[in-house]
């Protein structure tokens, strides 16, 4: 799996654009970064070099960003020499999330996922031309591994300063539970606007304060944005949409020539847009209130539902650990790469029909023949009516504010291995919000 350097080689690295920050995209996965990087810094953005082990992912990427350089191997393989000549200002990555996860072994650093990360950080130590500017996306837990540790010695070496957050896109408007580990680093002189404490900041408000920049709740009909409380018939006549099979959605109508980051100089409507929940003990947590689902929502045709409908079989096991959810909620779990494949903790999963009323009433009925055995026939008569559904790919990716309109799925990729490549990326609006705040300043 080591990189074969006359491969690199071969791939001609493209021409140097004295007026464009040069980035390096690690574990570049489906190209999240990379879309970020053309919300923040539009044209300036120039992703020279795109590198992942994972194949799928890969063809994904290649999919949507053709003209990018990149290279499907192993990290472990890559040379300082090969780094130095790409003359690079940012470097962005996502190192493997599995020695750190609540539900993993933790090994940490002795997990030999963590090899390419730490490969990573001792060429760092070797090279010429360090980046400018760093940004490290990871799951929560990461920030107390010996991983993060060694890493932020070296920054620290290396005359890097650096700023640590865990981030939910439920703080940025978007209806999705998230929470996520990021370090944002600028090579000294340079400083962050804000002075931040020793633990990361768990408050976007500050970022907001600072860019001017926000995430709206609501893409109003008119082109504008506005931030509203919504009633049940509100979200049910936004459901209303072109089918899932023609690979468009609401959002896609709705996102028009908008970006998924707006300036806005008006500092009252910064102040009421915002809201501030309990105290945590890390700090105040603010955020935007929250879109329902429905606009993030596709209407999926009757010929399209049923490799979406929640099987019978697995109704009858897990109907009582499913996360539910409505048009009409503000919020949904995390969807992981075992979404759709494993039920329980993997992600949500939608209810489209009645009022939630007639979802309670379909449980009570179901649990109150618990006595009476028979569980095939309670989950078809209680149960099944309810047509409980998982997301598709595409919603799933609009959660995570990919582009309807730039990002697409290659047509050769089966719906398992797209949850599979969604689950292992980031949320866009989130990580574009902090690369604003990574960049402010600089000329």
């Known amino acids: 799996y080591r990189l074969n350097k006359s491969v690199m080689a071969t791939k001609a690295l493209p021409r140097i654009d004295p007026g464009r920050l040069r980035v390096v995209e690690f574990y570049a996965g489906i190209g999240g970064y990379h879309y970020a990087l053309e919300q923040t810094l539009g044209d300036r953005a120039h992703v020279v070099a795109a590198i992942d082990i994972n194949t799928k992912a890969i063809e994904f990427y290649r999919h949507n960003f053709p003209s990018t350089p990149h290279f499907n191997r192993n990290i472990c393989g890559v040379t300082s020499t090969w780094l130095d000549a790409l003359l690079p200002d940012i470097f962005v990555l996502s190192p493997p999330c599995q020695p750190f996860t609540r539900q993993g072994l933790k090994g940490d650093s002795s997990d030999h996922r963590t090899d390419s990360f730490f490969h990573l950080m001792e060429l760092m130590l070797q090279m010429a031309h360090l980046p400018k500017y760093l940004m490290v996306e990871n799951v929560e837990g990461f920030q107390n591994s010996r991983t993060r540790n ?6 620290e070496q290396l005359g890097f300063a650096y700023q640590e957050f865990l981030l939910s896109p439920v703080q940025f408007g978007i209806p999705n539970s998230r929470l996520r580990y990021y370090l944002l680093a600028k090579i000294k002189p340079s400083k962050f606007t804000l002075q931040l404490g020793e633990q990361p900041l768990r408050d976007p408000a500050l970022l907001f304060t600072v860019t001017g920049v926000f995430t709206p709740s609501v893409i109003s009909e008119n082109g504008g944005r506005r931030l509203v409380e919504h009633t049940e018939s509100e979200c049910e006549d936004r459901r209303v949409g072109p089918t899932e099979s023609e690979g468009e959605c609401m959002l896609a109508q709705q996102a028009e020539n908008e970006d998924m980051l707006v300036q806005s100089n008006q500092t009252e409507s910064n102040n009421t847009q915002l809201e501030t929940s309990t105290q945590h003990t890390t700090g105040v947590v603010a955020h935007l209130r929250p879109n329902p689902l429905s606009h993030y929502l596709c209407a999926v045709s009757e010929a399209d539902l049923p490799k979406f409908l929640v099987p019978a079989k697995l109704l009858a096991k897990c109907a009582m650990a499913l996360d539910i959810v409505t048009p009409w909620s503000t919020q949904c779990c995390c969807f992981t790469k075992a979404y759709a494949h494993y039920s329980v903790g993997t992600g949500s999963v939608l209810y489209e029909g009645g009022p939630p009323g007639e979802l309670d009433e379909a449980y009570r009925a179901f649990l109150a023949g618990r006595s009476l055995g028979k ?32 990002f697409s799925f290659p047509p050769s990729a089966s719906q398992q291995q797209c949850y599979r490549v969604l689950g292992n ?17 600089a000329e």
């Open 150 to 155: 060694r890493f932020t010695e070296i920054l």
């Open 375 to 406: 569980e095939e026939e309670r989950v078809q008569d209680c149960l099944v009516p309810l047509k409980l559904r998982y997301f598709t790919p595409r919603e799933v990716a609009n959660l995570m504010c990919f582009p309807p309109k730039t």
């Open 425 to 441: 990326s980031l949320n866009i609006t989130v990580v574009a919000a902090l690369l604003k705040y990574l960049f402010y300043g």
